[in-house]
């Protein structure tokens, strides 16, 4: 299990994970909070990661009007 957290309120972010395993399943979510200490996560999600395949998932961002 990681965490990462990054205290800039941006709407996009990078996370670059290593030491995944070829033919491995991993899960991920995502916890966003707003400068109004609005929370939400996202559903959980999983891939399979494959040494040849970058993998690249975009989650839609909460959005404050």
Do not use: C, M, W
Not at 5 to 34: C, F, M, P, R, W
Request: aromatic letters at 14%; a positive charge.
């Amino acid at each position: 299990s990681k965490t990462f957290s990054n205290a800039k309120y941006l709407t996009e972010h990078i996370v670059y994970l290593d030491g995944l395993k070829d033919g491995q399943q991993y899960y991920y979510q995502v916890i966003s909070t707003d400068r109004s200490g609005n929370t939400t996560k996202s559903a959980e999600k999983q891939f399979t990661y494959q040494e040849t395949q970058e993998i690249i998932h975009f989650l839609p961002l909460i959005q404050r009007r």
